[in-house]
């Protein structure tokens, strides 16, 4: 069941290539300040969000299926860096909205085992959930410290927090809460955070009330444990 899902959810990129490459030449060919110009470039945004919402897909039918979502490569270094350019990103778009967005490790420097696409994946998912849920105006504070054994990353905002039925069942795809009048549910992303996590031998928790905002503390362990640790190479920097 979960190959043949695989399989139908792959053939979805194919045609979303088509649409891309046609808005894209639509974009070429008018003038930049022409309206089609504007409408084939929210088309290219469009599909974006499309594609990235089909790769999510992917990931958690291949998690939940036992399989690793591509070859698992463990390394030994320093993670910090990398959060800090995810969190550079993110400031971008978080500001454009309104919002503040601040990282603050405590330690300049963490040398560790962990599993870079995984921990992108984990941060990435994290600000733009509390970038989606937190009004202009507000902020979202990103933080990372080292815990004995263990690398623990807090991500909180001021954004419109959840109610005790909802913390349970956040982690769920496609979540909608029955009183949410918005139609703001929290779609795939908490999901893959969740998998990822669990991927990595870590946890998470989450502390939120209606009005006063979230806190997802993630705990990983430094050490990973009967995992093969390629040689160091630091990681690309995200898009």
């Given at each position: ?14 045609p979303l ?15 930049p ?22 790769n999510?897909i ?14 698992v ?7 910090v860096p990398?959060?800090r ?7 971008v778009y978080?500001?454009a909205?309104?919002?503040k ?35 202009p ?13 263990n ?5 909180s ?18 979540y ?10 929290t779609g ?26 979230s ?24 898009d």
């Open positions: 069941r979960t190959t043949s899902f695989t399989n139908i959810t792959r053939e979805f990129r194919t290539t088509i649409i891309h490459s046609a808005a894209c030449e639509v974009m070429r060919l008018a003038p300040d022409s309206e089609i110009h504007s409408d084939a470039a929210a088309i290219v945004r469009s599909e974006q969000g499309l594609l990235h919402l089909i999510q992917l990931d958690i039918a291949k998690m939940t299926a036992g399989a690793p979502m591509q070859k490569v463990w390394k030994h270094g320093d993670i990398l959060i350019s995810i969190a550079e990103t993110h400031a978080a500001a909205a309104g919002i967005l601040t990282f603050a490790p405590q330690e300049a420097q963490v040398m560790m085992d962990y599993v870079g696409d995984y921990v992108q994946k984990i941060v990435q998912n994290l600000l733009s959930n509390a970038i989606k849920f937190t009004a105006g507000g902020e979202i504070y990103l933080s990372t410290r080292i815990d004995r054994r690398f623990v990353l807090h991500v905002d001021t954004g419109i927090g959840f109610t005790p039925e909802q913390k349970e069942h956040i982690f769920k795809p496609f909608q809460a029955s009183n949410d009048t918005r139609n703001i549910g795939i992303g908490l999901s893959i955070v969740s998998l990822t996590v669990e991927k990595m031998k870590g946890t998470i928790e989450v502390h939120s009330a209606p009005g006063e905002g806190v997802f503390t993630v705990t990983l362990p430094l050490a990973a444990k009967g995992e093969v640790i390629a040689e160091y190479e630091p990681d690309p920097l995200p």
